[in-house]
């Protein structure tokens, strides 16, 4: 059985997979100033409660957009969970070609998306990851990853609102009455949710005007589904994909 872990900003997700069905699966707030005994600990109780033990772990694969978390957890699969992890970095067979400027830049959880995408549903296609940051990107019909966009995540831009602004409050992200908000909150939610879809279709528009009309909408993501709800733009929702991409890089790698 194989432990997928894909450290982000935000949360970390777990995944075990059996061959290629994804079973118990985990979505975890990132505690930066946890330290390998604690992680190591967490892991063990999170086996405990899917009734697996360590026998039942064969392999561990890991992707981190956090640095200062990869070497604590690398360390906590080494002493509590007797695995030495595979790394998402350069140097790693993936089976898709990178022409980014820079593709020692790109982000791990983007290339496990970029790999599951075209191993589960191929190009042409624009990947949507709904993270600490919203990130778009392009991948061709051949799977070479072109690159993509950038901008600042829906929990992030809340909490920007919030931090910034004396007198907007801290909301929950959910679909308010009507896009015309009649009160702070609901004009805040209307803002961010429907704001971020109109953005959502608009960069999908211009994404299909460079890599075709075939090409295919996936999104992930904590709230790729609150966001899919309110357009018709997304065609696939897959909110596991970069641990479906972990798993298939641990395949190609051994």
């Not at 967490?42 to 890991?62: R, Y």
């Not at 809340?158 to 801290?170: F, H, I, Q, V």
Request: aromatic letters at 6%; one cysteine or more.
């Amino acid at each position: 059985m194989l432990l997928t872990i894909d450290i982000g900003n935000t949360n970390l997700t777990l995944g075990l997979y059996e061959g290629d069905k994804l079973g118990a699966h985990w979505r975890l707030a990132t505690d930066h100033n946890r330290m390998p005994d604690e992680y190591g600990l967490q892991f063990l109780g999170l086996l405990q409660n899917a009734e697996k033990s360590l026998k039942d772990i064969t392999g561990i694969s890991l992707a981190s957009v956090v640095p200062p978390l990869t070497g604590r957890v690398t360390q906590a699969c080494r002493e509590y969970l007797k695995q030495e992890p595979l790394v998402v970095d350069t140097g790693i067979k993936t089976g898709i070609k990178v022409r980014y400027e820079d593709p020692k830049a790109v982000g791990a959880d983007r290339i496990c998306d970029a790999v599951a995408v075209m191993r589960l549903f191929g190009g042409p296609a624009c990947v949507i990851d709904f993270g600490t940051a919203t990130t778009f990107n392009a991948l061709t019909k051949d799977g070479e990853y072109l690159g993509g966009a950038i901008t600042a995540g829906i929990n992030l831009a809340a909490e920007a609102l919030y931090t910034r602004a004396a007198k907007l409050p801290r909301i929950d992200l959910q679909t308010p009455p009507s896009v015309i908000g009649r009160n702070t909150v609901h004009a805040m939610q209307s803002g961010l949710l429907f704001g971020y879809v109109s953005m959502v279709e608009g960069m999908v528009t211009r994404f299909r005007s460079e890599l075709g009309s075939d090409m295919k909408v996936i999104a992930t993501g904590g709230l790729s589904e609150s966001v899919a709800k309110e357009t018709k733009v997304i065609d696939i929702i897959a909110p596991w994909l970069t641990l479906d991409g972990l798993r298939i890089i641990w395949e190609l790698n051994q």
